[in-house]
């Protein structure tokens, strides 16, 4: 079946530190991948999508690329910074799925001043 | 452009009581719309969505239900609530193109 998986969080970091937060995907066909961010006490942003194989997307300083060959959608960032502190949840949507998507579980991402 | 509204952003209802959550789209029409459930320090669960006016998929079986009287409106109901009804409620929409967009949520804390 479809599936994302995240890595476990929290992820903790210092300001201007390199961020990864790794996403893999099992699907059938060829999905669309999102990354959303949910700061806290709120609802989600969609914070960039990708929507074929090698397509990179990139919004705000982070970065994805999707990697058909290692099934993966690995996000990014050169320098955090404390207001990056969030929940990241790594999605995917296949077709004719009713534009549902599966979801990651979230990696919650802290960064310390 | 669109917005989504959800209210109320806070609740607290005692075990037992109804609930009505209720979340509108401006700026768009025939949205499809989500309801997700968020409990805490978790990810998001998909209870409910709908393609169009009174159509409504279940994912979860539960003691939730969920209505579109309307074209951009869409209600998250229950008879009565139980302890493991506590979470954040999101409500979503998406036309055409894929991605999702979330209002801003309803904390629910049934005690």
Redesign the interface.
Known sequence: GNSVTQMEGPVTLSEEAFLTINCTYTATGYP?L?W?VQYP??????LL?ATKADDKGSNKGFEATYRKETTSFHLEKGSVQVSDSAVY?CAL?VEDS????I????T?LIIKP | SQTIHQWPATLVQPVGSPLSLECTVEGTSNPNLYWYRQAAGRGLQLLFYSVGIGQISSEVPQNLSASRPQDRQFILSSKKLLLSDSGFYLCAWSVFSYEQYFGPGTRLTVT
């Open positions: 669309s999102f959303y006490g709120e609802g989600l942003q969609l999508k949840f949507r009713n534009y549902q998507l979801w990651g579980a979230g919650k």
